[in-house]
């Protein structure tokens, strides 16, 4: 049950997966390398020091193997939920692979699998997270447009009184595209890729202005948000949906699904909103629940903006007080499946894990952030620009029970499909090289779903 293309393989030169396996993922260990000796240096614990110390002995191992192309070994049993289904995968498909010439996407995460495992046969170690400083530090670098959102949206969402029903579900659909994009171009300050950014570059990916919306509608290359809009309009007619977010990265990109999120609440679009995280730290920046926690919290109680006006922290309070009770009240769950941090794609959810699978069959609408998870829909494979969203997920469109499914994607490597025709790639080949991992295009693309 397998897609007709070849998967992308850390030794084809033409694909963005030879630069990741060979440059950038050994840049992204070095740097978790040297995180830990920051926190290594400020330890006055003998027993801990010691610890820590191995724990980057197993991270060098861990660069040995990466940087001289060794076989991917199967993951030491530290008791975690996932090691099981890990060296099944690893016994049944990857037997004698090295990094590069398994599948790409396998290869990276088992990376990130790896490093965490320097750590979770730790004894006091188990849950630090390398990328945890860079995280925060780039929220906190992100004011302008954290606050261009909070002083706009922490006043309730309400609609004039005087309005027809059609004014007011015109209104509505309007602050629906608009924090869809918002939602969507979010994704393109993911840390993975922009590791030194300045404050200036972060300031221009996330400029949230209304005109500036308009303009990059045009880079929406498969473009279903007029049926997304229609799939969640339509939500209303059952007093609101449940919706689910497969989160992408914390920090900025996840302040803007919670606003997000916020508008599909109040508006009664949707009852419940329920987030899936990371249960390890994964790909650099995606959100574990501790960013999760730390989001909340630092805009409650945080000091990270210096420069801030008082109207502007109230605003952050104040969202961040809605954001929280929803929590309280079960309108937004947070949970954190096993299956995320696999190397399996989500062509493999259904028979992988069904208990997951059996769960988001209960969604209304599944949004899927980001580039990974589009990697994982896809299978990350060479698929014609053309092919169609579903027939490019598989059984997450033709299994019994599979959800609707959207995928919010700022295009960050190879695979792109669901655009109108194969031309409009081959264009971009020939004009823009390096148009497929910019971040400046996207996709945002529907799949109807089966009902079971
Ligand atoms: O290393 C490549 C990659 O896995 C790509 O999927 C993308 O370039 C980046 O890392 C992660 O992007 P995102 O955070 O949007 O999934
Ligand atoms: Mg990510």
Redesign the pocket.
């Known amino acids: 049950n397998n897609p007709p293309w070849p998967a992308y393989r850390g030794y084809h030169e033409y694909s963005?997966a030879h630069a990741?396996m060979g440059v950038?993922?050994p840049t992204i260990l070095g740097k978790a390398i040297d995180d830990t000796v920051r926190t290594l240096n400020e330890q006055s614990d003998e027993e801990k020091i010691i610890d820590l110390v191995k724990c980057i002995e197993r991270m060098d191992e861990l660069m040995t193997d990466l940087s001289g192309n060794a076989k991917l070994r199967p993951i030491i049993d530290d008791n975690e939920a996932d090691v099981a289904l890990w060296n099944k995968e690893i016994a049944k498909y990857f037997q004698g692979k090295d990094f590069m010439n398994a599948p790409w996407l396998f290869a990276?995460a088992y990376k990130y699998r790896r490093l965490h495992e320097a750590f979770s046969v730790s004894k006091f170690w188990q849950d630090y997270d390398v990328f945890y400083r860079q995280k925060c530090d780039t929220f906190s670098r992100s004011s302008d447009a954290v606050f261009e959102l909070s002083m706009r949206f922490a006043e309730p969402f309400t609609l004039a009184a005087n309005l027809s029903d059609g004014e007011r579900l015109e209104a509505e659909r309007l602050m629906f595209l608009e924090l869809t994009q918002v939602c969507l171009w979010g994704?393109s300050t993911?840390l993975?890729?922009l590791i030194n950014m300045t404050e200036e570059q972060i300031k221009a990916l996330q400029s949230t202005g209304g005109d500036h919306l308009a303009a990059t509608e045009k880079n929406i290359l498969g473009n279903h948000l007029p049926q997304l809009w229609e799939t969640v309009r339509d939500l209303r007619a059952k007093t609101g949906g449940r919706i689910d977010f497969v989160l992408?990265?914390a920090g900025f990109e996840l302040y803007c699904d919670c606003v997000y999120a916020d508008f599909l609440i109040q508006s009664g679009l949707a009852k419940q909103v329920r987030f899936h995280g990371k249960r390890i730290p994964w790909?650099?920046?995606?959100v574990t629940r501790k960013d999760w926690n730390w989001l909340l919290n630092t805009m409650l109680y945080g000091q990270l903006f210096s420069n801030a006006s008082e109207q502007e922290r109230e605003s952050l309070r104040r969202l961040g007080e809605r954001w929280k009770k929803y929590e309280r009240e079960g309108k937004w769950v947070y949970e954190q499946h096993p299956f995320w941090c696999t190397g399996y794609t989500f062509w493999e959810l259904h028979a992988e894990a069904p208990d997951l699978f059996l769960h988001l069959s209960r969604s209304d609408l599944v949004i899927f952030?980001?580039?990974?998870?589009?990697?994982k829909l896809t299978y990350d494979c060479a698929a014609p620009a053309s092919t169609p969203f579903d027939v490019a997920i598989g059984p997450m469109a033709s299994a019994a029970g599979a959800p609707k499914v959207c995928s919010l994607?700022?295009i960050?490597?190879d695979v792109v499909v669901g655009l109108e025709s194969d031309e409009i790639a081959e264009k971009l080949d020939k004009e823009e090289p390096g148009w497929k991992?910019s971040g400046k295009y996207a996709v945002v693309l529907l799949s109807e779903g089966r009902p079971g």
């Open positions: 963005f990741t950038r993922l990276e994704n993911d993975s890729l992408d990265n790909f650099v920046s995606d952030k980001g580039d990974l998870n589009h990697r994607r700022t960050k490597s991992i």
